[in-house]
């Protein structure tokens, strides 16, 4: 059903990201309760990887514009970036003595 309806799976992706999100959000939290250098490194981090994360998005967004891409195109490859930088947080959050 998905495969034929874009807008379906771009909000469905959507949905999945919120998820994942807030589990890195609920992560990140326990990491800063603790304190310490690592917090200060979390916070650093989490800051210099939204900046990233946001450049990529606006550059891959220009170049869908420009070359003509469908409405759904450049949407659901901003969420794809952002599902792939979570999921790669939630990793290395889980990781034991992260």
Do not use: C, D
């Not at 990201?17 to 310490?36: D, F, P, S, Y």
């Not at 606006?58 to 930088?85: C, D, E, N």
Request: glycine share 10%.
């Amino acid at each position: 059903m998905t495969a034929a309806n874009p807008w379906l799976r771009l909000s469905l992706n959507a949905l999945r990201l919120g998820t994942e999100a807030n589990t890195v959000v609920a992560l990140r939290m326990m990491k800063m309760a603790g304190g310490g250098a690592g917090a200060a490194t979390e916070a650093q981090l989490m800051v210099s990887e939204k900046i990233q994360a946001a450049m990529e998005v606006q550059s891959q967004l220009a170049f869908g514009a420009m070359t003509g891409a469908a409405a759904h195109v450049g949407p659901s490859k901003a969420i794809a970036l952002y599902r792939r930088k979570v999921r790669a947080n939630r990793r290395r959050l889980l990781k034991r003595g992260a």
